[in-house]
């Protein structure tokens, strides 16, 4: 029996690691991943909206949080009616209108919403698409640094 045991175990531990390894692998490829190119700074956005003399790209808020200043709620885009709501947004716009979509409720590289809105967008023919790159949420990237958000409203209370 304890000859059985000692062959059994190195292969169930081999098991185990290997199963670990496969676990690890899925939730890795779960995360949000975007290129450079699909990226909008906040900095970058905040000179966009500040340029007096610049066409001012029109930002989404496709999540659950609060507005930036300009933007407009869309509502979660991980929801049917949410990306509903964008369709019906932008389907009369010129697909070379400067669109910047965000979300900002957790961490960027977990976010159910930016990657359906992104995603819609492109295939609408929409070719000016940016996601607002706020990595860890709208509090640090954006509210944090003193960037401006819509005042609340009284009736959302």
């Known amino acids: 029996m304890k000859t059985i045991i ?21 939730l890795t490829t779960k995360k949000q991943v975007y290129e450079s190119s699909q990226l909008m700074q906040t900095a970058d956005l905040l000179k966009a909206l500040n340029n007096p003399k610049a066409k001012k790209p029109l930002v989404y808020n496709i999540g659950f949080v609060g507005d930036i200043k300009g933007a407009k709620k869309i509502g979660a885009a991980s929801k049917e009616e949410g990306l509903k709501n964008l369709q019906k947004e932008v389907k009369n716009l010129p ?51 003193g960037y401006p958000m819509e005042k609340l409203k009284a009736e959302a209370f």
Not at 107 to 125: D, I, K, S
Request: charged share 15%; proline share 7%; glycine share 4%.
């Open 95 to 145: 697909k070379t209108t400067a669109i910047v979509v965000y979300c900002g409720c957790c961490p960027f590289e977990h976010c159910p919403n930016v990657r359906p809105a992104y995603t819609l967008l492109q295939q609408m023919g929409f070719k000016q698409t940016k996601i607002l790159n706020l990595p860890t949420s709208i509090k640090a990237d954006w509210i944090d640094k």
């Open 6 to 26: 000692k062959l059994a175990l190195p292969a169930v531990l081999l098991m185990i690691f290997a199963y670990g390894s496969a676990t690890a692998q899925v």
